[in-house]
T-cell receptor, first 114, second 117 residues
Framework: GENVEQHPSTLSVQEGDSAVIKCTYSDSASNYFPWYKQELGKRPQLIIDIRSNVGEKKDQRIAVTLNKTAKHFSLHITETQPEDSAVYFCAAPREGSTLGRLYFGRGTQLTVWP | DTEVTQTPKHLVMGMTNKKSLKCEQHMGHRAMYWYKQKAKKPPELMFVYSYEKLSINESVPSRFSPECPNSSLLNLHLHALQPEDSALYLC????????????????FGPGTRLTVL
């Protein structure tokens, strides 16, 4: 099955700084990489995703980069704000016999200090 | 309607009780999922339904029994649970389970916080 590793497990930054969270995956057949944000007591919400046919995608202060050769992808948040504080999960699915299965990383607790 | 709804929000049950969790979506999605999430952990997949048929059962104990009565509804029947089953149970849906077609964005419901005494 897919193995998704996520680092770091906790990240503290000052408001206005950038934050980077990295994930590696094991299955070269994976072709879709979502990032979810989960605030305390809330549901996971998709914030950005990337497909294997592009190397980078940006949405305002959030960007995701993908390196298929090295099998890793990263979430970049610029100009962080206190409301960015949450747990962030990366994920990767596997096609084929386990169609529909989404493997989640262990999560990164991001704290943005004002 | 772009939401997945779940009821109840909270549930406390004894180990001999039988209860059900409910999930509903009206986005026309044909894939629905049950996840279990413990505190400070990622969601763990339990079941996947595709076109109302059970597609994946992640070796979940039989005290959890899923049901998909129609394309909009997903139930999780609970019986003889253990205290370690206490967790947040999340339902999710996606247009399809196939990522190659770009359909796999999963939308999560707010979850049911389950406590087993």
């Amino acid at each position: 099955g897919e193995n998704v590793e996520q680092h770091p497990s906790t990240l503290s930054v000052q408001e206005g700084d950038s934050a980077v969270i990295k994930c590696t995956y094991s299955d070269s057949a994976s072709n879709y990489f979502p990032w979810y944000k989960q605030e305390l007591g809330k549901r996971p919400q998709l914030i950005i995703d990337i497909r294997s046919n592009v190397g980078e995608k940006k949405d305002q202060r959030i960007a995701v980069t993908l390196n298929k050769t090295a099998k890793h992808f990263s979430l970049h948040i610029t100009e962080t704000q206190p409301e960015d504080s949450a747990v962030y999960f990366c994920a990767a699915p596997r096609e084929g016999s386990t169609l529909g299965r989404l493997y989640f990383g262990r999560g990164t607790q991001l704290t943005v200090w004002p | 309607d772009t939401e997945v709804t779940q009821t109840p929000k909270h549930l406390v049950m004894g180990m001999t009780n039988k209860k059900s969790l409910k999930c509903e979506q009206h986005m026309g999605h044909r894939a629905m999922y049950w996840y279990k999430q413990k505190a400070k952990k990622p969601p763990e997949l339990m079941f996947v339904y595709s076109y109302e048929k059970l597609s994946i059962n992640e070796s979940v104990p039989s005290r959890f029994s899923p049901e998909c009565p129609n394309s909009s509804l997903l139930n999780l029947h609970l019986h003889a649970l253990q205290p370690e089953d206490s967790a947040l149970y999340l339902c999710a849906s996606s247009q399809d389970i196939r990522t190659s077609l770009g359909y796999n964005e999963q939308f999560f419901g707010p979850g049911t916080r389950l406590t087993v005494l």
